[in-house]
C-alpha cells in the first residue's frame, strides 16, 4: 500500500487535495477512512442519468469551471 506521507507538501499546495487526503493539514493515520463524495455523487449522477449527466448539466459546469479557473 502506497503511502502518502512523503507527496505532504505538494498535496498541501492545492486545497482540494488537501481536503481530500489530509485530515487538517496532517497525514492520517494507515487505514484512516478517505471520503470523496463530490466523487460519489458524480458517480451517481452518471448511474442515474447516464452520459447526459457528464456532457450537460452540474457535472459539465463543474468541469468547464475549473477548466477557466
Known sequence: MARIDPLKD???QFPST???????GQ????GSLLG???L???YQSIAQDGKEAFYRGRIAQAIVATSKS
Open 27 to 30: 497525514v492520517p493515520e494507515p
Open 40 to 42: 460519489a455523487q458524480t
Open 10 to 12: 505538494e498535496l498541501i
Open 36 to 38: 470523496q463524495h463530490d
Open 18 to 24: 488537501s481536503e481530500i487526503f489530509l485530515k487538517d
